[in-house]
C-alpha cells in the first residue's frame, strides 16, 4: 500500500422516497440555483417534477438549464456558465446521470471565473472554487455523484477530457434505484460495464507493493455489478438488483477502493474517449470494446494480477497462464451476453480509421501524462479490438 | 439493501512520515490544543516528540492531558473536560488508540456542556456540537480514527457504555503504519480479533433483505485482517503487513460496510463490555472469548449467512450446516493461532461468575435496546464461552 490522503465529504441519502430531500438539502446551501438536467427523461418518468416540487417548497429561486446529451459538449456548459452568471446563482442541481452531474460540475466551477471552462480540461488553469453542488442520481454507470472528477467533450476539436478536483465533489447527492427502473437494457448495461471500467482501470494499473485489501474490495464489486446487472436486465422492477447496482457503480469511482493504490492509469477510458467523442457511441459501448483488447496486452506485463482477477471473479482454477486469458474471455463473454458490444466492427467502426482514432487519443495521453503509451501502443489495442 | 445516509467527514492522511502534518492540520481548528494520550508507550518510542515538536511549530498552546487506560474511565475524561474548560481549549489532539481517542472524543463533547458528561452515555443528553479533534493513531483496533463512536467504563459502576454521534468523527487522522511497529503480540492480536468483531456484528445481525455488495467488502476485510495479522506476528516490521491491518481495521468501523445494513446490533460487544469493565481484561481478548459461543447460538438462526461466511472466507464446502459449523471452528482456531484466548476459564474467570456478568451486561442492553437478549440468553452465550 502507497501512502494517500482521502477525504470525501460528499453526504449520501440512499433509497426509496429521498427524492424529497433535495430541496430542504439545496437550500443550506443556496437560495439562487442553477438546475442542469437532460433530454427530457426525467419530464417523462416524473422525477422532474418531484424535484421541482421540492426545490419550489422549500423556496428557491430556480433557473434552469435542460438539454445535456450523453457525451456533454463543452459548448452547452458554456451556455449553462452564462446563465449562472447572468442569474447570480448560489448553488447548482444535478438531476440526471453521469452527464448531467459532469456539465453541471463544470458549471460550477466554470461561474466562478473569468477566463474559458476548457482551460481547466486542458489543465492550464486549477479550479480553486465551485458553487457548491447538490444531485439526483437517475443512472448507475459514471460515479460522478460520489467524486470529484468530471469529462467533457469540446464539439470544436472533438477531444473528450477530464479532470479532476476535490472541490467539485457535491454536497449532497440522492440516490433513490427507483429511479432507474425506466433506464432501458441497453444503457442499464453500459453503466454496469463502465462501472466495471473504474475498477479495472485501478486493478490492473497498479504496481508493487500489493494492495490485497483494496484487490479484494475491487473483486467483490466486480462480481456483484455482474450479478445485479444481470438480475436487473431479467426485472428491470427488482429494487434490490437496482440498489446493488447503483451502489455498487458509486463505490468503484468514490475514492474507496483507490486509497492507498498510488499513481493508477486510466488508459482504457483515454482510448474510448476517442471513440465517443469522434463517433458518439455510448461510453459503456465503447469501453466494452476496448477493455479485453487493452486488457490482453496488459496482461503480458502482470499475470499474476490477470490470474488473481480470473480466480477469484470468475472461480476458474489452472495455470497463470491459463487463468490470467480465461479470465478475460469470462469477461468478453459477459459484455456480449449483456449485448455491450465487444469489437469496433460491431459498431460500424472501420480498422481503416485507427491511425484517426489513436491520433485524437495521443493528445488526452500528453494531457493525462499516460507515458509509454505513444501512438503505436494505442494502434495495436485498437487492432486487436476492430476484429 | 434498506435506505440510509452515509457521511464520513474524517480526513485520512495515510502512509510513512505523516506524523509531522498534525501540527498543520490542527492549527487550522484552534490555537489553544489539548493533547490526550495514553501511559507512556508513545514517550518510549519516540512519537510524543515527533507530534510535540509539529504541534509546537504550528504555534499551538498545548496542555497535556495523558494517563488514558485501556478501557478508559470516565473519572481520567472528567478530570480532561475540566482542564480543557479552564485553559479554554479549541481543539483536542489524540495520541493513541481506541482507548485514547474515545477520551478525547467525550472530552471534545463533554468541555461544551455544563452537564456530567456520562449523561451522552446513558442517553440523557445528545451531543449538539463538539471541538474539533485531530488524531494520531497507534493501534490497528478499535476503528474510532474514523467513526463518531466512543466507549467509555464508568469507575463508579462498572458500566462500559458506547454512544454515537457524527460530530463525535475526527477532523483529521493520521494513520502511520510505523508508529504500530513496537506494538507487542498480544495487543496486535487482540487488535486484529476487534476489527473482526465490528465486521461480524453487522454481518451476522443483518436481516432480509440481503447485502451482497456490503457482504463481499466484509468478507474481503476479515481475511486480510487474519492474513495481515499473521504477517505482522511473525515480522512486527513488515510495513505492508502493518499497513493492511491498519487500513482494514480502520474500513471495520468507519460507517462503509455498515452502510445499506439497516438496523444491526452488537450483541458480542455488549456482552464484552462487562468482561473488560469487571475484570480489566483486553477488549479484544474478551471479544474472542464471546465471539465463537455467540456464532454458535446465532447460526441456528442464520444458518445461510454463516454457510456463506465459511465457504468465502475460509474456502470451505459442503453441506449449509457444516460449511456454517466448521467455519465458526476455523476463526476460533485462528484466534487460538494468534494466542487470543477463547474461553472464560483461559482469562481466570469461573463459570460461578456468569450471573454476575450476565447482570452487568443487561444495563447495557437495556440502553442500546437489545430485545430478545434476557439474562437467559446472555448466560446461555456466556456458559457456552465458560469451557
Redo the contacts between chains.
Keep these: 500500500?502507497?501512502?494517500?490522503?482521502?477525504?470525501?465529504?460528499?453526504?449520501?441519502?440512499?433509497?426509496?422516497?429521498?427524492v424529497g430531500e433535495i430541496g430542504p438539502e439545496t437550500a443550506a446551501l443556496g437560495r439562487k440555483i442553477l438546475l442542469v438536467y437532460g433530454q427530457g427523461s426525467i419530464r417523462r418518468n416524473g422525477v422532474y417534477e418531484q424535484v421541482l416540487a421540492s426545490l419550489a417548497a422549500a423556496g428557491l429561486e430556480i433557473s434552469e438549464h435542460g438539454g445535456v446529451v450523453s457525451n456533454p459538449l463543452l459548448s452547452h456548459v458554456r451556455a449553462g456558465i452564462e446563465l449562472a452568471k447572468k442569474k447570480q446563482v448560489e448553488a447548482v442541481v444535478a438531476v440526471g446521470g453521469g452527464s448531467v452531474i459532469d456539465s453541471a460540475k463544470a458549471i460550477a466551477a466554470g461561474a466562478l471565473v473569468e477566463h474559458d471552462v476548457w482551460q481547466f480540461f486542458k489543465a492550464k488553469k486549477s479550479i480553486r472554487k465551485t458553487l457548491p453542488l447538490t444531485c439526483v442520481l437517475t443512472l448507475a454507470a459514471a460515479g460522478s455523484e460520489m467524486n470529484g472528477g468530471m469529462v467533457l467533450t469540446n464539439d470544436e476539436t472533438r477531444h473528450k477530457f477530464g479532470v479532476g478536483n476535490r472541490l467539485l465533489c457535491p454536497r449532497v447527492s440522492i440516490l433513490d434505484p427507483t429511479l432507474t427502473f425506466t433506464v432501458p437494457p441497453d444503457y442499464t448495461a453500459y453503466g454496469a460495464v463502465d462501472a466495471i471500467a473504474h475498477i479495472l482501470e485501478f486493478y490492473f494499473t497498479t504496481r508493487d507493493?500489493?494492495t490485497?485489501?483494496q484487490?479484494?474490495?475491487m473483486?467483490?464489486?466486480v462480481?456483484?455489478i455482474m450479478?445485479?446487472c444481470e438480475q436487473v436486465l431479467a426485472n428491470p422492477s427488482d429494487y434490490?438488483g437496482r440498489?446493488?447496482l447503483m451502489?455498487?457503480a458509486t463505490?468503484a469511482l468514490n475514492g474507496?477502493t483507490a486509497?492507498?493504490l498510488g499513481m493508477v492509469g486510466f488508459p482504457m477510458h483515454m482510448i474510448e474517449h476517442s471513440l465517443s467523442a469522434l463517433y458518439n457511441i455510448a461510453h459503456g459501448a465503447g469501453l466494452s470494446i476496448v477493455m479485453p483488447a487493452w486488457m490482453r496486452r496488459q496482461a503480458r506485463l502482470r499475470p499474476g494480477k490477470f490470474s488473481q482477477f480470473g480466480q477469484r471473479v470468475f472461480n476458474l482454477a489452472g495455470s497463470e497462464e491459463s487463468c490470467a486469458m480465461a479470465g478475460i474471455k469470462c469477461l468478453e463473454e459477459w459484455f456480449a451476453r449483456v449485448n455491450s458490444p465487444t469489437s469496433l466492427s460491431q459498431v460500424g467502426i472501420s480498422a481503416a480509421d485507427i491511425p484517426v482514432i489513436a491520433e485524437n487519443a495521443l493528445a488526452l495521453a500528453r494531457i493525462w501524462r499516460l507515458n509509454g503509451y505513444g501512438k503505436e501502443v494505442i494502434m495495436d489495442i485498437l487492432a486487436r479490438a476492430s476484429a
Tied chains: 1, 2.
Design positions: 500500500m502507497q501512502n494517500f490522503v482521502l477525504y470525501n465529504p460528499t453526504k449520501i441519502i440512499f433509497g426509496t422516497d429521498t507493493p500489493a490485497p485489501v484487490d479484494r474490495f473483486e467483490g464489486l462480481i456483484n450479478a445485479s434490490q440498489a446493488d451502489w455498487a463505490l474507496w486509497a492507498g
